[in-house]
């Protein structure tokens, strides 16, 4: 009954985030602009925030991980009021360390073969996410970049622990490699994304399949990642709660997703701890102001830049952590991820 409440203000919600000018965006949310570390916050992420906080959000550290999949799963349906459009979309079953994974692939509707394929990994601390809760940017990336997308459904923890979800993402790369002319796209041109957890995944698959010296990912997508278990950066004391996720939350994936503390400097867990990054697939990397990750997203794409890889880093000052599953509903995330996906199908050989 809550949700079938929601769901019209939801998209009453969506129409003036999207359409109204920032000034009044900025009235509705009951606030001046929110300013910290030189950066402002984006109007209508700072009434989006204001909604959620009025809605009584839970931050997900205060839940079990079964009560924080179901609260995700509900606020990714109460989001998901634009689809973008794709030719189609099919269910899989894909081979994994430990059994068959769920997987799921979308077709763009552009003409071109062979197309180019995206391995994702979604985001969600390890702990939480799923096919449904990443469906939406799993379509857009599709859509934008005339690329396939094949989206993994890795185990999670702390059923699964570390190094669980890594063996399942290098295997679903593995595959997509080897299935890929099969499915209609080009082995030659398989890449990685990801978003958060999910971005650490790509970055991981890609220091890992690079130093098998078998086939690479062709390019590397990390959307704000996590990619230093060990260390806390100055994002973290600079955004702590208030913008999404939060420092606490990050402690509580964190503690769930690692079998011991010592885990935390594997690079597998922590590629920004990697001795060694050459040779690495080029990489976008992106990241969000107001978001504890951000300097450690951004100090991974310096490391990769100093170690000779190709990379492009773009921050986006005025945005939270998340905004890659804002395509529906915010001008600014949409803004940015199409900016992103046009330099990934760039980097694919899509562009023009």
């Known amino acids: 009954m809550r949700d079938l409440l929601l769901r019209p203000l939801t998209r009453v919600a969506t129409t003036a985030l999207q359409q109204l000018p920032a000034p009044a965006l900025r009235l509705l949310s009951?606030?001046?602009?929110?300013?910290?570390?030189?950066?402002?916050?984006?109007?209508?992420?700072?009434?989006?925030?204001?909604?959620?906080?009025?809605?009584?959000?839970?931050?997900?550290?205060?839940?079990?991980?079964?009560?924080?999949?179901?609260?995700i799963r509900r606020t990714a349906g109460l989001t998901a009021t634009l689809v973008d459009p794709v030719a189609r979309v099919e269910a899989l079953e894909i081979p994994g360390p430990a059994g068959p994974m769920g997987a799921r692939l979308y077709v763009p509707k552009t003409a071109c073969d062979p197309r180019p394929l995206v391995v994702y990994y979604h985001g969600g601390g390890w702990v939480v996410g799923d096919l449904d809760t990443h469906d939406g940017v799993c379509r857009f990336l599709a859509h934008?970049?005339?690329?396939?997308v094949l989206a993994v459904d890795y185990r999670l923890a702390p059923e699964y622990k570390f190094p669980a979800a890594v063996e399942d993402a290098l295997?679903?790369?593995?595959?997509?490699?080897?299935?890929?002319?099969?499915?209609?796209?080009?082995p030659t041109r398989v890449a990685v994304a990801g978003d958060s957890a999910g971005g650490n995944l790509a970055a991981v698959v890609s220091l890992l399949a690079t130093r098998e010296g078998g086939r690479r990912p062709a390019a590397q997508m990390l959307i704000y990642p996590v990619t230093d278990l060990a260390n806390r950066h100055a994002s973290y004391r600079l955004f702590p709660e208030g913008f999404f996720l939060t420092a606490a939350e990050m402690e509580w994936y964190i503690a769930h997703y690692l079998p011991n503390r010592a885990a935390a400097r594997d690079p597998r867990a922590s590629p920004l701890l990697a001795p060694d990054l050459s040779g690495l697939p080029s990489a976008l990397v992106l990241t969000a102001g107001f978001d504890p990750l951000r300097d450690e997203g951004e100090a991974y794409a310096a490391r990769l830049e100093a170690a000779g890889v190709r990379v492009w880093c773009r921050r986006y000052p005025g945005l939270v952590h998340g905004f890659c599953n804002t395509t529906s509903v915010l001008r600014s995330g949409r803004a940015a991820m199409v900016e992103a996906a046009r330099e990934l199908a760039g980097e694919l050989g899509q562009r023009g």
């Open 30 to 71: 009951g606030r001046p602009a929110i300013r910290v570390d030189g950066l402002e916050l984006e109007a209508d992420v700072q009434l989006m925030l204001a909604l959620a906080t009025l809605s009584g959000h839970r931050t997900l550290d205060t839940l079990t991980p079964a009560e924080a999949r179901a609260d």
């Open 171 to 186: 295997a679903a790369f593995h595959w997509a490699v080897a299935a890929a002319r099969r499915l209609g796209f080009d």
């Open 144 to 148: 934008e970049t005339g690329a396939g």
